[in-house]
């Protein structure tokens, strides 16, 4: 009996298997119900009781050596089959999904980077407004026309909160509590009651400027707008200011720049006249400088407010507004590559 232990000893040190098949043959042969060892407990009745002690101790080793080994060869199996079968670490990694910027989001990047190049900073205000921040401190008339439920999304509970009808409305707010020089850019999304177009949308995007400083004159505005539509549609690009009226500046006016599709010699697309409005800017009204605590005797400033869909439109030939707020990737996919 101890010989026999002793010789399944060594068999279970030899032990070895390549793959699963092996490994469950060597289970069988040694392990199963009626596997070699486990004949060895059958015997192990006629073993004579004085040494049933010392015989018992070798037999259960045996067992216990046996389970071991097929386990310990299970571990190595398992892993080699893996690196070996399943992964091939040569193969090119899959790639992965990148997502696009959206195409407004692109062209208001490029408007503030092209403004932060002469000193322009960044500020944000909210789209949920009171009536003051979007109308009264910028020098609306009580009765005026843009407060009117065309225009303005009022709150039916409360007449005083409304949804900002353009980004201005960060004029006041910012004016009212930082000291001039200011020099910012405040970008973000503008609601108006209107009917949804393919040219018309009840919101769209604007980036607002503002610059108030000690002799700011309507100069130092016509040069800024100038630089900005150069950079922006192409050092060719001709502007063209429009005396316009706006309550919160004086003098006021709208800019047009030579159409970039024609290059101004007439086009469908801008009604055959070479040129496309793409802002409204001002002098800020000395009233509104006022509103804000702002000294009106010391300082003076300009603004300019662009819609971010227009320009857009300009740049990407999109001619349907509605497209922007869609989210159909097949149109999302076509600016992939644009910065
Ligand atoms: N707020 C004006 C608009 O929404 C644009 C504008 C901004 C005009 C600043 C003058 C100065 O159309």
Known sequence: MREKI???????????????????????????????????FNDFREV????????????????????????ALKEEIGAAGASSEQLDLTRTAEPVALGTRHPL?????????????IGFTIAEGPEIEDDWHVFGALNFAPEHPARDMQDTFF??????????????????????????????????RVYRNEAISYRAHCFFHQVEGLYIDKDVSFADLKQAL????????????????RPSYFPFTEPSAEMDIS????????????????????????????NVLENCGIDSNVYSGYAFGMGVERITNLKYQVKDLRLFSENDVRFLRQFESAY
Not at 16 to 25: D, G, M, Q, T, V
Not at 31 to 37: A, P, R
Not at 105 to 117: G, M, P, Q, S, Y
Request: proline share 5%; glycine share 6%; hydrophobic share 40%.
């Open 6 to 40: 002793q010789a399944l000893m060594a068999e279970v040190d030899a032990f070895k298997a390549s793959n699963a098949a092996e490994l469950e043959a060597l289970r069988v042969k040694y392990l199963s119900k009626k596997g070699d060892i486990s004949l060895l």
């Open 226 to 241: 100038m630089y900005f539509a150069k950079e922006m549609f192409g050092p060719s690009t001709q502007i063209r200011l």
């Open 259 to 286: 159409c970039n599709l024609c290059g101004g010699k007439g086009c469908p697309f801008c009604k055959h006249t070479g040129w496309v409005e793409i802002l409204g800017c001002g002098m800020v009204d000395p």
């Open 155 to 188: 709150i039916e509970q409360n007449p005083d909160v409304v949804l900002r009808t353009h980004t201005s409305s960060v004029q006041s707010r910012i004016m009212s509590v930082q000291k001039p020089p200011i020099r910012m850019l405040f970008p973000g």
């Open 105 to 117: 989001t692109l062209v208001k990047n490029e408007i503030i980077d092209i403004f932060a190049r």
């Open 48 to 71: 004579p009781n004085e040494l049933k002690r010392e015989v018992g101790q070798l037999l259960n080793d045996l067992k216990t050596k046996a389970q071991d080994r097929i386990a």
